[in-house]
């Protein structure tokens, strides 16, 4: 069998620029909120039940993304490129998936009360909210993804379907 290599996938200088964006905008978030957050269970609840939410919602993702409707190429050379774009969808989310369990792990280690000394803990709770808000505004991604993948596969399945009915068809009728 013919190996089969990935298109080489060009920087796109507009995400790099939208990351490092998000980076900033956490930043002075996890800068200006820390206050509000330390020793705050109200924040600690909102926090908790929001990421243990998305995190549901980002297996759903992660399980739709890789079903085999995906593959949806007319011979195994199309279905191996798209196996190899599904990959990388899949890869992107199972590292936001983690991201959200090292926020869930970060939340309950701040919410333990150790004896650490005020400037360490001030340190986990901002790191936590920068990793908080970072994490929500790569999340805003997640609709418009799942949106393209949709569509891509209906028009796929529309386009297979007019192919069918041309096969079909008496050639006078073309």
């Keep these: 069998m013919a190996e089969v290599t990935a298109l080489e996938s060009k920087v796109s200088w507009r995400k790099v ?23 705050n269970s109200n924040a600690l ?3 908790v039940t929001v990421f243990s939410i998305l995190a549901g919602f980002l297996i759903a993702v992660m399980a ?3 079903n085999e409707r995906a593959l949806r190429g007319r011979n195994w050379r199309q279905d191996t490129f798209y196996l ?3 990959r990388r969808d899949l890869k992107r989310h199972a ?11 970060l939340a309950f280690l701040a919410s333990l009360n150790l004896a650490w000394p005020d400037p360490v803990q001030i340190g986990v709770e901002g790191f936590l909210l920068f990793l908080a808000c970072l994490a929500m505004l790569l999340s805003f991604a997640l609709p418009g993804q799942l949106t393209r993948r949709h569509i891509t596969d ?7 379907r007019q192919d069918e009915e041309l096969k079909q068809r008496p050639p006078s009728d073309r």
Excluded at 17 to 39: D, R, S
Excluded at 95 to 105: D, K, Q
Excluded at 154 to 160: F, G, Q, T, Y
């Design 17 to 39: 620029l939208l990351f490092g964006l998000h980076i900033l905008i956490a930043t002075f978030f996890a800068w200006q909120f820390q206050a509000k957050y330390h020793n």
């Design 45 to 47: 609840t909102v926090l």
């Design 64 to 66: 739709i993304v890789g």
């Design 84 to 86: 190899i774009q599904i």
């Design 95 to 105: 590292a936001l998936f983690y991201l959200y369990l090292a926020i869930l792990a």
């Design 154 to 160: 209906l028009e796929a399945i529309i386009k297979a």
